[in-house]
């Protein structure tokens, strides 16, 4: 794995039971599940290993640990509609989660004064019949932060989110159906 992160485009894809994300081929880190849906999982990157913990159903909060650490890295709280929120690294640096455009499946997260860090959008550069099925997705970096540590758990974290999106997404459609 690679230790220098720039801005750019990145891809998320399914592969091993697991989630990678990469550039130009290059695999930069892996996340992966524990058990049944995407509640609790972990995550690899040159910056350590992550530990993803959800907590609460019908107000859910996400947290990201370092290492396996008690406290936090960072924390996601979702509005009251669910589909944007706020994420708060332990330093107290605040960002914002939600929609990049009105009925569009595409995410971004920016720092308070309105700065795009990253954009995620669904899908793969290269279409394969393999893929069909499978939830990948296109990352473009923009203002990223200077420490990696902290771009690497807005990597991870904006991932879930736009998992946990999906599921609930799939989740409505079949109550609704």
Known sequence: MTTTMITGTYEWH???GSYQLSRG?????AMRFRGWGLTDGEADT?????TLVRNGIWKPRYSIHINDSLAPAVTYTPS??????????????????????????DHLLADMDGRTILTVARGSREFHWRDLFRLQGIVEIGA????????YLLLILSWWLTLQSEEQA????????
């Open 144 to 151: 990223a932060p200077s420490d990696t540590t902290t771009l």
């Open 80 to 105: 009251w509609g669910g589909m944007e929120g706020t994420a708060e690294t332990g330093g107290g640096k605040k960002y914002r989660w939600g929609l990049a455009r009105l009925w569009s499946g």
């Open 46 to 50: 040159p910056s350590g290993h992550f």
């Open 25 to 29: 081929g290059e695999k930069i880190a």
């Open 170 to 177: 799939a989740s409505a459609l079949v109550v609704m159906s």
């Open 14 to 16: 399914q592969a091993d």
